[in-house]
């Protein structure tokens, strides 16, 4: 009875089979009812109906650029006329190619911009021993010197001639007489250096403005000279350095000797010298040491100091002022060697 009970009815079954019957088609679509398809149809293609084709044709010797087209005409023309073309071929094309190039600039093509320059890099400076001491406890110790002609030293002759003058003057022929140091635009230290050496007793103060020479020249010379205890270096414009003495209220900052071996095309010396006369750094019983260059007029008298010795030495010129004293000590030192 279970059986039975869950079986289907006669009816429902046929109607299961039937619903699970596959569909029979055609391979034509159309041959489907019109039922199930409703909305589509399938017109067969038209075989009379033909596609079309676009061919596209170029002619080549449009395609190549004029100058090529005029320069095969002037070919033809020097071959007609028994003229060998390869005489005025390389003449002709230059011309079209300098005419083609001038159509393009002025169209706004072709054009040659120029190249982003870079910033010059500043030559490597370096440094060679060429100076020496000539006299005192530190004679003939080699000196550093930077190569070229940036800084340039004063040539040992003229600094030789300018202490013996000096020491003439002062009226000790075998060594300075004693008093402070000032060297102005001093660079390698050859003449602060040369004035220690010499008995110069007190400290001497240089003054350099450009700080790879204070470091790379001017320190290790005083170092290799044993003289860095009994200097000052002062990086500083030597303008700068007289206008903030000028300004200072210490009074007692005169020295006996300066130095001034400026670089000549640098300089008004008319105007610096001028600044110097009237600083209080100069001393009553100041010696002033000029080098200056040929063409160069000074006055002969610098403040109260007035001019004791001008030599010239090739085209560089010495010129000394100091007290009247040593003018006259320095004209019987003259008078006695003459009598000898």
Same mark, same amino acid.
């Given at each position: 009875?279970?059986?039975?009970? !869950? ?14 019957? @596959?569909?029979?088609?055609?391979? $034509? ?13 399938? @017109?067969?293609?038209? @075989? ?7 061919? =596209?044709?170029?002619?080549?010797? $449009? ?6 087209? &005029?320069? &095969? ?12 073309? /390869? ?25 040659? +911009? ?26 003939? %110790? %080699?000196?550093?010197? @930077?190569?070229? +002609? ?25 060594? !300075? ?31 350099? +403005? ?25 990086? =500083? ?5 007289? &206008? ?6 210490? %009074? $007692? ?40 260059? !040929? ?21 560089? $010129? !010495? ?11 320095? %004209? /019987? ?5 003459? +009598?000898?």
């Amino acid at each position: 009875m279970a059986s039975s009970a !869950l079986s289907p009815s006669p009816q429902f079954s046929s109607l299961h089979h039937r619903q699970q019957r @596959p569909l029979r088609t055609s391979g $034509n679509p159309s041959s489907l009812p019109g039922a199930l398809f409703p909305l589509f149809s399938f @017109p067969d293609a038209d @075989p009379r109906r033909r596609r079309t084709s676009l061919l =596209i044709l170029s002619s080549s010797s $449009n395609a190549r650029p004029a100058y090529a087209r &005029e320069l &095969e005409r002037k070919q033809e023309i020097l071959e007609s006329h028994g003229l060998d073309p /390869s005489d005025f071929i390389s003449r002709s094309a230059d011309k079209l190619r300098r005419r083609r190039r001038d159509e393009e600039n002025r169209a706004g093509k072709g054009k040659r +911009m120029p190249l982003p320059l870079d910033e010059p890099k500043p030559p490597l400076r370096t440094t060679h021993r060429l100076l020496q001491v000539l006299g005192g406890k530190a004679r003939r %110790k %080699k000196l550093l010197s @930077p190569k070229g +002609m940036d800084v340039r030293p004063m040539m040992e002759v003229v600094r030789g001639a300018a202490f013996d003058i000096l020491q003439v003057a002062g009226g000790c022929p075998a060594s !300075l007489r004693p008093g402070r140091w000032l060297d102005l635009y001093s660079g390698t230290g050859s003449v602060g250096i040369e004035a220690i050496s010499r008995g110069c007793s007190e400290v001497v103060h240089f003054v350099e +403005m450009d700080p790879w020479v204070v470091s790379e020249v001017l320190q290790p010379n005083l170092e290799w000279t044993g003289f860095s205890d009994v200097s000052v270096i002062h990086t =500083i414009r030597v303008e700068r350095f007289l &206008e903030q003495a000028e300004q200072s209220s210490d %009074k $007692n900052r005169s020295f006996e000797y300066i130095s001034v071996t400026p670089p000549y095309t640098a300089v008004d010396y008319t105007m610096l010298m001028d600044q110097l006369g009237k600083s209080p750094l100069v001393g009553e019983d100041c010696f002033i040491l000029v080098e200056y260059p !040929l063409k160069t007029l000074l006055a002969d008298s610098c403040g109260h100091l007035i001019k004791i010795a001008d030599r010239r030495f090739g085209r560089t $010129n !010495l010129v000394i002022y100091g007290p009247s004293w040593a003018e006259k000590k320095r %004209k /019987s030192r003259k008078d006695l060697l003459t +009598m000898e």
